[in-house]
């Protein structure tokens, strides 16, 4: 059974950093995409970045340029989210998601597995 588990959310202060983990197992796709998405209450779930199981080209969405970086470890199917310079519109609950194929996507209904999601609060 394909698993995706987070680890790293927490509280923290503006412009302090936070480094969420996804580790994936039981998989059985040798190509895919692994992705983080975050959702704020009353808000959609949105995008935040993109990294291909290639090591490929990453892709991060408008609003955490320069601040979040997106990195893999092969060995270890996990994925790492290092998010530097927070701001209080960073505080969602965040998700690891993955998708097998070819075929990039920001969408969250492309996505065929979810982790359960790990909570980043930034305080003003």
């Known amino acids: 059974q394909v698993q995706l588990v987070e680890s790293g959310g927490g509280l923290v202060q503006t412009g302090g950093s936070l480094r969420l983990s996804c580790a994936l197992s039981?998989?059985?796709?040798?190509?895919?995409?692994m992705s983080w998405f975050r959702q704020a209450p009353g808000k959609e779930r949105e995008f935040v970045s993109l990294i291909p199981s290639n090591g490929g080209s990453t892709y991060y969405t408008d609003s955490v340029k320069g601040r979040f970086t997106v990195s893999r470890d092969n060995a270890k199917d996990t994925i790492y989210l290092q998010m530097n310079s927070l701001k209080p519109e960073d505080t969602a609950v965040y998700y690891c998601?993955?998708?097998?194929?070819?075929?990039?996507?920001?969408?969250?209904?492309?996505?065929?597995?979810w982790g359960q999601g790990t909570q980043v609060t930034v305080s003003s």
């Open positions: 039981g998989r059985t796709f040798s190509s895919y995409f």
């Open positions: 998601a993955a998708k097998s194929g070819l075929r990039y996507s920001v969408d969250a209904g492309a996505y065929d597995y």
